[in-house]
């Protein structure tokens, strides 16, 4: 399954005329029908609808398709229908003008301050009691299912270039990793070197003489000490661990913004105590390097479904 961006655009269009010139039934002879979706991030899935009155009815079943194929995201639906110069040049039929006349003199006896109508709106009225002002509901349906379906596929597109870079952001994180392994033994060995040549100069025995039992138990025990202090072996396993899981779910895909996200954080944890815990420049230096890797990870992963 691939791994989907919430960012992403489609737009379709549905022209009236089919391939050998003839009209499809049963759209209105000369609408011309479009349907555009858009979608940026956002930690739920928020719909808004931007459509023409007359075709509000169409808003339930374009919600229930679209929660079906996109969990996260705020998306915007914007649809539009024009009848075309034809359908402005056809002038309304007697019956159709008798009805929309007594229907505006049944209004005006009830609110007689209604503005009249205008020679739009009379067309506009007539249009629709032809059944030519929009199209049949199942029309626009398997327009939208279009749209969605490229939509999905501008965010299957832009999540594939997602997690490439992720991926590259893992590979430099575990090299990163492996640089910081062999620091904690050499700044144990340093340590104890230390404080053996301080027991040294303690104890005046600079004339290259062996040290008492003591004084190497004692540079021994102090080292063991900063040995536990500077240790990062859990913190880098912890890390590493992470990293899988995060190399899983792209190569899982789905659904995976959110559990992503947690992984990001927990990945800074250990960057920040990594560097609690640095007692050497090239250690400090590491953690940096991770932090800005992983907060780089960061701004991406909010873009994954």
């Known amino acids: 399954m691939p791994v989907y961006s919430m960012t992403g655009y489609a737009s379709v269009q549905h022209s009236p005329l089919a391939a050998d010139g003839q009209t499809p039934a049963p759209l209105a002879p000369t609408a011309r029908l479009g349907l555009e979706i858009r979608s940026v991030n956002s930690r739920f899935l928020d719909l808004s609808f931007r459509l023409p009155e007359e075709m509000r009815q169409l808003e339930p079943g374009l919600r229930e398709l679209i929660t079906r194929h996109i969990k996260r995201g705020k998306v915007e639906v914007r649809a539009s229908q024009d009848a075309g110069d034809g359908a402005a040049l056809?002038?309304?039929?007697?019956?159709?003008?008798?009805?929309?006349?007594?229907?505006?003199?049944?209004?005006?006896?009830?609110?007689?301050?209604?503005?009249?109508?205008?020679?739009?709106?009379?067309?506009?009225?007539?249009?629709?009691?032809?059944?030519?002002?929009?199209?049949?509901?199942?029309?626009?349906?398997?327009?939208?299912?279009?749209?969605?379906?490229?939509?999905?596929?501008?965010?299957?597109?832009?999540?594939?270039?997602?997690?490439?870079?992720?991926?590259?952001?893992?590979?430099?994180?575990?090299?990163?990793?492996?640089?910081?392994?062999?620091?904690?033994?050499?700044?144990?060995?340093?340590?104890?070197?230390?404080?053996?040549?301080?027991?040294?100069?303690?104890?005046?025995?600079?004339?290259?003489?062996?040290?008492?039992e003591a004084a190497q138990d004692r540079a021994l025990t102090e080292a063991t000490a900063f040995a536990i202090r500077i240790d990062v072996a859990e913190e880098l396993t912890r890390l590493r661990s992470h990293l899988d899981e995060i190399a899983r779910l792209l190569s899982k895909g789905g659904d995976i913004g959110k559990r992503l996200d947690f992984l990001i954080q927990e990945l800074h944890r250990e960057a920040n105590t990594l560097g609690s815990k640095s007692a050497v420049l090239e250690m400090t230096r590491i953690s940096v390097d991770m932090k800005v890797l992983i907060e780089q990870m960061r701004e991406q992963v909010q873009n994954i479904e």
């Open 90 to 212: 056809q002038a309304p039929n007697h019956q159709a003008l008798q009805k929309i006349a007594a229907l505006q003199d049944k209004i005006r006896d009830w609110l007689p301050e209604a503005r009249p109508l205008s020679v739009a709106d009379v067309l506009r009225m007539s249009a629709g009691s032809s059944g030519h002002a929009a199209a049949d509901e199942a029309i626009w349906l398997q327009l939208a299912t279009q749209a969605v379906d490229a939509l999905r596929e501008a965010r299957a597109r832009e999540g594939a270039r997602l997690s490439q870079m992720l991926q590259g952001h893992i590979d430099q994180l575990l090299s990163l990793a492996d640089l910081a392994v062999p620091l904690v033994p050499q700044l144990v060995e340093q340590q104890r070197q230390r404080f053996l040549e301080r027991w040294k100069d303690a104890m005046a025995l600079a004339d290259g003489s062996h040290l008492p």
